[in-house]
């Protein structure tokens, strides 16, 4: 484990198991010196060279990043160990660091086995020695085994759930700014929308009809009438602010026209994203179209669109754009699963088709709006928009830019 990834109570807790290695092994040797035992200066330095070796593993990098290095440096430790339990029967109570030791280091297919030897032979010890034969002599090493078994397992358990959650946390969190970029966007898309189609509702429209206004009043003046050149430059003044007017319009329509026309927008619409294969078709003469109509017509057939992927289940479907002379049409038609119109404006949720949003926008717009289905057959959404005099759309503003 990365020491930069420890938390400050595991931080404590290796410390705690350096002091106890540390207290074990002074212990070992003091009761040593302490008894006077023949073996004294023996025991001392097997203790230290126990010491040694296993401070120099705690500061070895590769002992944290290897397998290998790891189980060298344990192989290595438990060698100095055993010669420490050759000269002195108090050794054995190394074997309960030893335990942590190998449970964190190796893997559980070997740790557990490496443990269980650890234990055999800190009995062994104990019993060659000379101690006398009591369960005591076996429970206590094989206890501390077991317990050491439990409480390393059960944190790398505990240790693997909390980084499955931290990672999700930082997934929910990530996906959460993700939605708050989203739902900026859609704002930012629906306001642009909307200050357009506002434009177009009323500066435009009005700077239109005072045009016409002034047009109409400048023929009913003599020619050489004194306000006639007022008349033509109010005029010349509505249709340059007119123009502008339009342009902020433009400026403000969906990024998916801003590059092409509606067809094409239309066209790029059904030709990727999944669900049913969708084919586009135009038909009349293309004539220009204001923003909003434009804006409105790629939006139903977007909505109807999503809707046909996500509801009816269909495997064909198809939008068609027709210019007809005084009108333009959109047909959306597919041969899904079809519904009850009566009943879509009482769905709730996603079940409502988005029918109401749909007729809004084109009553809003002076057009007509209709759906044909019936369950099992299929579904039929036909829009039809009166287009405007030609006055107030230029000819730039049309199916080109």
Same mark, same amino acid.
């Given at each position: ?67 290998t290095?790891?189980?060298v440096?344990l192989?290595?430790l ?27 280091l ?10 269980v ?38 944190y ?23 939605l ?5 966007t859609?704002?930012? !898309? ?50 340059d ?27 790029? !619409? ?24 434009e ?54 949720g ?8 749909m ?36 000819a ?6």
């Amino acid at each position: 484990m990365d020491p930069r990834a420890l938390t400050p109570a595991l931080l404590v807790l290796r410390l705690c198991l350096h002091l106890l290695m540390a207290g074990l092994l002074v212990l070992a040797a003091a009761r040593a010196v302490a008894g006077h035992a023949s073996n004294a200066p023996a025991v001392v330095a097997a203790a230290a060279v126990l010491g040694a070796v296993y401070a120099a593993g705690t500061v070895w990098p590769p002992v944290r990043t290897s397998r290998t290095a790891a189980a060298v440096w344990l192989g290595v430790l438990g060698l100095a160990w055993a010669g420490l339990l050759v000269l002195s029967p108090d050794g054995l109570w190394v074997a309960f660091p030893l335990y942590f030791l190998q449970l964190h280091l190796l893997p559980v297919r070997w740790s557990v086995p490496v443990v269980v030897v650890t234990a055999g032979a800190a009995i062994a010890a104990y019993v060659g020695h000379g101690a006398a034969l009591n369960p005591g002599a076996f429970i206590g090493p094989l206890l501390g085994a077991a317990v050491a078994v439990a409480t390393v397992l059960g944190y790398q358990v505990l240790y693997r759930e909390s980084e499955s959650r931290r990672r999700l946390i930082e997934e929910l969190i990530a996906t959460r700014a993700e939605l708050a970029d989203a739902e900026r966007t859609a704002g930012t !898309l629906a306001e642009r929308e909307r200050l357009a189609r506002e434009i177009h509702d009323t500066l435009a429209q009005g700077l239109s009809s005072i045009q016409l206004l002034l047009r109409a009043a400048g023929r009913t003046l003599p020619a050489d009438a004194p306000a006639a050149a007022h008349i033509e430059q109010a005029r010349q003044a509505a249709q340059d602010n007119l123009a502008e007017a339009r342009r902020f319009v433009r400026a403000l329509s969906p990024p998916t026209l801003e590059h092409g026309s509606l067809a094409a927008a239309l066209d790029r !619409l059904c030709a990727g994203g999944p669900g049913p294969r969708v084919r586009f078709s135009t038909s009349g003469t293309p004539v220009a179209l204001p923003t909003p109509y434009e804006v409105a017509l790629l939006r139903i057939a977007q909505s109807a669109l999503a809707n046909t992927v996500r509801h009816a289940g269909a495997s064909r479907a198809e939008i068609t754009l027709s210019f007809m002379g005084t009108a333009v049409a959109l047909d959306v038609v597919d041969d899904g699963s079809g519904f009850d119109p009566l009943l879509a404006g009482t769905a709730s949720g996603d079940g409502g088709f988005g029918l109401p949003a749909m007729r809004s926008r084109v009553e809003s717009l002076g057009g007509t709006f209709a759906v044909e289905s019936t369950p099992g057959q299929g579904t039929a959404v036909a829009v039809t928009l009166p287009l405007p005099d030609s006055e107030e759309v230029p000819a730039s503003e049309g199916v080109s830019r």
